[in-house]
């Protein structure tokens, strides 16, 4: 059901600055009634594209592009005015003082975008899209965002709901209306291989969302390795500066040494860590401590390998997460690089040289690791908000429930507790559910003014 607000509200789309154009967005529905009392030449209330003087009184303030909506065709479902104004600080500030004593008022961070959606004109996967958009880092978080802020997730969530609800309807007539001849045949092994097909869609919605949540958000990647085989190097390298100190002493890097790099499908948060051997010094230990206790928490470890160290030396990780490297390529024979393949060749090294900034073999190896373009060519759910990823396990959890205790011999009658339930989750991903307005609010004032 529309809602309907009695205010007006106002805000900068555009930052208000030196600027060539700045965008002041107006919603609500005397939206046209505040401008009006700006322009000697009034506006209809239709939808157009006009030039007009805009005044504060009898002063003019700026020659103003006018853009219009009408309701219910605009995004926040109300009448809509965006005044496209020049961009000085000073004209902008004017014309939102005037705005503002004609009736609007302010709005609140995310307002737009909170009004779109308790109109109906978007859900939550968009409203969540269009914020993601915004700070997307990456190539890979700009098409994922671009896609939930344009409905194609919702179509996709819709079609698992419905999956849901075919079930759930089969199970209820089969209860109510046995004597049914579309009905009678339905046996708990047909219904039970139906919960099963759409538990696995689930689980690999779910994998993959996971990944590129983590990819969008940043994977906390750990270089890791002994002391003088060119962590910090690596660091830099990848930062393309001079953040961590490069040094042919041991033990040069005694605590954490951070940085970010966005790439082209994924950002990396980068720590370079302090180096593996045995020491008695107790500071350098203390590194060596955290540098442990980081690598277990990581989501990518970049372990380099000294060029004399011996396989059965390494310091076990875990492997999954794990691309093992071998810097100092531009020192290496092409022998030497042989042999070492040969010796670690269960690990699948790569190797690189940071003097040289050979790194693209590295990009490639995590791309390739994190499925970075299976992820960005997929038209399958990809959800990156982490509470709508926990949605989705929720969604999972309740159907993988159903499965096994149909599988069980559980009475069918019982089934669509479960799935009834993972239904009001796939309502509450959507924002059909009922939602405390307290909810509402806290989703979206995260979002920037005037969105």
Known sequence: MRNTFSDTIVAPATNIAKQAICIIRISGEHAFKIVNQSLAKKIEAQPQTVLRNFFDGDVLLDQVLLLTFVAPNSFTGEDVIEINCHGGVLVAKKIMETIIRNGARIAERGEFSKRAFLNQKISLIQAQGINDLIEAKNDLALRISAKNMAGKTNAIVNILKNNVMDIISQVQTAIDYPEYEETENITPIEIGQQIKELNVKLLKALEISKRASVANNGLKTVIFGKPNVGKSSLLNALLNEDKAIVSDEMGTTRDIVEGEITLENFTLHLLDTAGIRKTENKLEQAGIDRSLSHSQSADLILYIIDHDEK???????????????????????????????KTFQALRPIFISTVNNEIEDLVKAIETKFNMNKISQSDDLILTNVNEISKLEMAATKVAIAHENITAGF?????????????????????????????????????CLGK
Do not use: C, H, W
């Not at 030396?313 to 070492?340: A, G, H, R």
């Open 411 to 447: 009475s069918i009658d019982l089934i669509n507790v479960d799935l009834r339930e993972a239904m009001d989750i796939f309502n509450d991903l959507l924002g059909l559910a009922d939602i405390n307005e307290e909810i509402i609010d806290n989703i979206f004032k995260k979002y």
């Open 311 to 341: 396989y059965e030396d390494l310091i076990d990780v875990d492997k999954d997460k794990t691309i093992f490297i071998f810097n100092k390529l531009d020192l290496l024979s092409p022998d030497e690089v042989k042999q070492l393949q």
